[in-house]
């Protein structure tokens, strides 16, 4: 019988024969002591290893006398004797021959039931010696063989009703620990990779595990139910969502009590998600059960059926891969049609629709054969049994032992479902490693790894049909870095498995969509972080960054002297790279000044200065020309030039600054970094979906600003509507002032430019205009119903206040009281101690009364060519009101009071084409590209950034303002949000001033330039504006600049302040604006005229003595 056993390839002893074998066992199984029997079970394995391998497991009866042992109830010593087998068996033979694997985790399963079974035995070493052998098969199996063998196996014993709860504890266990195999680390490459593979293979097969551990949640045995949500918490771990991630505690919750209480807090909690990451199977398995169960609920209420059809909405937008949809959409689908047809709401039924319609279109197939919706063909494993057969065929024959075929039958199937998933993730140096070690105890010596080689390089050849060739640098370059890697952050894989070479001299610009993970790179770098990155002391690499706030009161020499990396470099070096970055010398230069006194921009260049005292090798550059004005640019895009020595690797939004200094691009791919070469012009050749980054582009977001309202008395656009007049402005400490004798005008046909070098002054010009501060010299007159609609630089100070409100809500309340809250807190509104003390002295006005304190302005009527006000006295009934000239009340201190009222009346006016309810504010932020939903529902606490932005915007745009005034706007915004933003300006029918150092912002949309320099602006009109950087360039743009002072622009300053626009139409006029022309009346009109009158008059003669006889007119100048 023996002789019929063959010898193993890789064992060189004969075969032993049966007595031989029995009598191992039977020393195994009788052992008196445990470590005896121990023994026994490591020489029985080493004994297979030496002769006969995977086939003596069934030839010579091993399994099924350690089954007999294991079950036998009499002999305590026998059932430990079978697990000390099955725990040498599971630790020796998997890693010498992989073929073993399918034998005990497929052809006999019952192996690993009897280890889970021991555990529950009532003898402890049986116990012991059981978790022994769970733990040794465990221990030696890989990645893929663990989801591939041993999950299956799991499951199906969780699934029988008739186990013992100890085994189900133990299965449990070994699920958890599966799944905390997979969380990310910073080990070798290799224990990555496996670790990557084991975290997308377990994440697909979600779906399969999660009911089966929800099961154990609900068990009646405390035990069962404790390890069973120790494990969801561990399998929770493989979402890789950062949308999701917050609100797991809360979903583990709701599926541990599935009362309809946790059901309704969790689905709350999601539909106050904001969903950006891309939504896979794993997200889908986890919430896919929860969302059916709300939907099918007959007690669930409107609201929470509504915020469940929201999130079911938003989770569709997500799913990239219609593969994915169509294994989970269809189990929601029924449910979101019943709300459709059935909910009492309007408002639930239509977003019902809406989500169905993104339903369908997710899971649509394939119609013109290309890959929808992004998806990438995947290899299937019967793709995988065909190329093996064809190769195996080619290179030799399957051995014919008996049970060899019965064998290959079940591995074939087990080793294509383990190299298609290596292959769709696109490990394919996996490949042979799956293949090979399986084979080769079937095939001849070295057939095994041929057909292994054959298969790997044809799906190598099919990675790059799919995804192009790897391209492959010029010869003789130096190569700086070549570096292999994977990147995560916060629990979400951002590269898998990336080369990131670089070469010295080249200039690489980082693109990819927001959130990518282009900062996490180079931060990464910067940190030593990065597998596979050269360190310090091989290449020397330079974080560029603006965020020197640690030791902000030393000057700028003083901080670099004393940064321990620059020891070796003496004080004259380090004052002499200062200088070359802009910094001047000496007691009274800019290297004197404290480091938390630099602007944005002198930040960055202080950043640079460091660089280039390190010599650095590689430059990262984050953003860099943020904060830069036009000058320092282009100083920093010749530098980085002419340094060929230097190596840079460069995020920016700025598609001019990547154009001119880049020489390669690194593009986010399917979590790849892909190389091209050339600028970014180059780029969008050969990826058009890149011309986002290149163009101003409404397609990804989309702005649409309301129409201004109506100004009385200015039918011109061209006409003043804020005026600076002989302004100046020191700030508090300072010797220099921030701007002297300045004079500027403002229109409704204004696009204006303010540009100039950081810290010149340009958001103090902006601040005077808005009414943000007070100048100390000069004045600043604006026409009183001009609304300002205006966002700071740092934009999201507006909405800080209100975390806890809805987008929807905070709008509410900034116009509640019929006007704008914000202006109110302003600095030209806030009322100063004399501001106080001058309400609490009595004036005298001359009607009689005598002197009396002023409590409020109530009223507000044209009279001649400017107003008079309805002014409410102090402890005097209304009937004593009195009619008071703008005039009169500022020569006597009141004009804060009279800018309230100004305001207050504006704001009214702009409100009086707006409907203050829920409806209306849901179409004006949808206007402003936020979506509806979010804007009713969601906490502005939960957005991100831009979405911030948009509400801000919102705010600022909800009174229909005349003129919009940004700070910085493109420091702020995404490229999408960006472009959105451009094109809404350049169709809006408003003015528009903005500060930005943008000049492919500034140069689309700003004929008019303001130069700010040594505290004087200086105009430059008439600029030609770059329609062709707008996607859809269109001719006969209504954006046309104010009048300008001159037929030749002139940016230099005069000693005195130059007025900017100065010709503009009514520059010099006061700020009075003329009603409308007198027509002739009717006879009618006449008559009720002479009735209003006579009335008037009748009213005055009932009026106390010495109130003023009231002017005969109706519309003061109009009749």
């Known amino acids: 019988m023996a002789s019929a056993i063959a010898v193993s390839k890789s064992g060189d002893a004969p075969a032993p024969s049966h007595e031989d074998i029995a009598a191992v066992l039977t020393t195994i199984f009788t052992a008196k002591l445990s470590h005896s029997s121990v023994d026994a079970a490591y020489a029985l394995a080493t004994l297979l290893q030496n002769s006969v391998g995977f086939r003596g497991l069934q030839s010579y009866g091993i399994l099924d006398e350690i089954k007999k042992a294991a079950t036998d109830k009499k002999s305590p010593g026998r059932r430990e004797g079978a697990m000390n087998a099955l725990g040498a068996l599971f630790e020796k033979m998997p890693p010498f021959q992989r073929l073993t694997e399918v034998i005990f985790l497929i052809q006999e399963e019952g192996t690993v039931v009897l280890a889970l079974d021991a555990l529950s035995d009532k003898t402890g070493t049986v116990r012991e010696s059981a978790q022994y052998a769970v733990d040794s098969l465990f221990n030696n199996l890989n990645a893929e063989a663990k989801v591939f063998g041993l999950l299956p196996v799991l499951t199906k014993y969780l699934g029988k009703k008739s186990g013992k709860w100890q085994g189900a504890v133990g299965a449990l266990e070994l699920i958890g620990r599966t799944a905390d195999k997979a969380k990310m680390g910073m080990e070798s490459l290799e224990v990555e990779k496996e670790k990557d593979i084991l975290r997308e293979a377990m994440g697909k097969n979600l779906q399969t595990l999660i009911p089966v551990v929800e099961g154990g949640m609900h068990d009646l045995k405390s035990e069962v139910a404790k390890q069973a949500t120790k494990t969801m918490n561990s399998l929770t771990t493989l979402l890789q969502n950062d949308d999701i991630a917050p609100r797991i505690p809360l979903l583990v919750k709701s599926i541990e009590d599935p009362s309809t209480k946790s059901l309704q807090k969790a689905i709350h909690a999601l539909s106050q998600t904001t969903f950006v990451a891309i939504v896979t199977s794993p997200v889908l398995a986890m919430l896919t059960p929860l969302l059916e169960r709300s939907l099918n609920n007959p007690g669930t209420s409107q609201e929470v059926l509504r915020q469940t059809v929201v999130v079911v909405g938003n989770l569709t937008k997500l799913v990239h891969d219609p593969i994915e949809a169509r294994t989970f959409l269809p189990k929601l689908q029924p449910g979101v049609k019943n709300v459709k047809e059935r909910a009492a709401l309007p408002e639930v039924r239509e977003i019902a629709s809406n989500a169905l319609a993104v339903m369908d279109q997710a899971m649509a197939d394939q119609d013109d054969g290309n890959i929808a919706h992004g998806a990438i063909d995947r290899t299937h494993p019967e793709d995988i049994q065909k190329a093996m057969d064809k190769h195996i065929k080619a290179v030799g024959q399957l051995s014919t032992f008996p049970g060899d075929s019965e064998i290959w039958g079940l591995a074939k199937q087990y080793i294509s479902d383990m190299v298609a998933e290596v292959v769709n993730e696109r490990q394919l140096d996996r490949v042979t490693q799956l293949i090979a070690p399986y084979l080769g105890p079937l095939m001849d010596a070295g057939d095994a790894e041929k057909v292994a ?112 990396r620059f020891a070796d470099e003496s004080r004259e070096r380090i004052s002499e790279v200062l200088e070359e970055v802009g910094f001047t010398s000496g007691p009274e230069g800019r290297q004197s000044d404290q480091v938390g006194s630099l602007s944005g921009g002198w930040k960055m260049k202080l950043a640079l200065a460091r660089a280039m005292l390190m010599r650095a090798d590689v430059l990262l550059l984050d953003e860099p020309t943020n904060h830069l004005d036009v000058v320092n640019i282009a100083w920093l895009q010749n530098y980085l030039k002419t ?37 970014l012009a180059d780029f969008v050749k050969v990826k058009p979906e890149g011309k986002s980054y290149y163009t101003l582009s409404a397609s990804q977001v989309q ?340 009048a300008v002072s001159s037929a030749v622009p002139s940016t230099v300053p005069s000693a005195v302040g130059t007025p900017v626009m100065s010709d503009a139409e009514g520059a010099n006029d006061d700020m009075k604006f003329r009603a409308r022309k007198k027509k002739k009346m009717t006879k009618k009109e006449k008559k009720e005229q002479e009735v209003r009158r006579r009335l008037r008059h009748i009213e005055w003669l009932n009026s106390p003595k010495g109130t003023p006889h009231p002017a005969n007119t109706d519309d003061e100048a109009d009749e």
């Open 703 to 1042: 702005f649409k600003f309301p129409p201004p309202g109506i100004l009385s008395g200015v039918k011109s656009n061209t006409r003043s509507i804020l005026r600076m007049t002989g302004c100046s402005y020191t700030y508090p400490g300072s010797s220099k002032p921030s701007l002297h004798d300045v004079s500027c005008n403002l229109s409704l046909s204004s696009r204006v430019a303010i540009i100039g070098a950081n810290g010149a002054g340009k958001s103090t010009l902006i601040k005077l205009l808005t009414g943000e501060t007070i100048p100390q010299e000069g004045k600043v007159e604006k026409h009183p119903n001009l609304r300002i609609g205006y966002i700071k630089q740092h934009a999201l100070e507006h909405v800080e206040m209100h975390l806890e409100k809805t987008p929807n809500q905070y709008l509410q309340w900034r116009y509640a009281n019929g006007d704008d809250r914000e202006v109110l807190m302003k600095q030209t509104r806030v009322l100063t101690p004399e501001d106080k003390a001058q309400m609490e002295t009595p004036i005298d006005i001359g009607d009689g009364m005598g002197p009396r304190k002023i409590e409020a302005l109530i009223g507000r009527q044209k009279y001649k060519k400017s107003f008079q006000y309805e002014v409410k006295w102090m402890n005097m009934i209304p009937k004593f009101n009195t009619m008071v000239s703008r005039e009169t009340l500022s020569s006597k201190g009141f004009m804060k009071l009279i800018q309230e009222f100004d305001d207050h009346e504006s704001s009214r006016e702009g409100l009086g084409y707006r409907v203050l309810e829920p409806k209306v504010i849901s179409k004006h932020f949808e206007d402003l590209g936020l979506d509806p939903e979010i804007a009713n529902h969601n906490e502005i606490s939960g957005l991100s950034g831009g979405q911030k932005v948009k509400v801000v915007l919102a705010g600022a745009m909800w009174n229909n303002p005349h003129l919009l005034v940004l700070d910085e706007p493109t420091n702020f915004l995404d490229r999408d949000s960006l472009g959105g933003l451009a094109v809404a300006i350049r169709d809006y029918k408003g003015g528009v001033i903005m500060i930005s150092h943008n000049e492919e912002f500034v140069g689309a949309l700003c004929p008019e330039q303001w130069h700010v320099a040594d505290g004087r602006v200086a105009h430059k009109g008439h600029l030609a504006v770059s329609m062709d950087r707008f996607e859809d360039s269109r001719p006969g743009s209504s954006n046309v600049s104010s």
């Open 453 to 564: 080689e054959a298969v790997h390089q044809f799906y190598v050849d099919e990675d790059h049909r799919k995804f192009g060739q790897p391209i492959t640098e010029d010869d003789g370059e130096v190569e700086v870095v070549n570096a292999t890697f994977s990147l995560g952050y916060g629990g979400m894989l951002l590269l898998s498995h990336t080369n990131l070479r670089l070469l010295k001299g080249h200039r690489y610009g980082l693109c990819g969509r927001n959130g990518a993970g282009k900062s996490t790179l180079m931060r990464s770098i910067a940190n030593g972080k990065l597998e596979g990155f050269p360190p310090q002391d091989e290449v020397k690499t330079c974080f560029v960054e603006h965020n020197q706030g640690e030791d902000a009161d030393l000057s700028i020499l003083e901080f670099i002297v004393r940064d321990p």
């Open 643 to 679: 340094h060929t020595e230097i190596t840079s690797l460069i995020v920016s939004h700025d598609s001019g600054f990547l154009d001119e200094v880049c020489t390669d691009i690194y593009h986010y791919e399917q979590k790849k970094l892909a190389h091209y070469r050339g600028n």
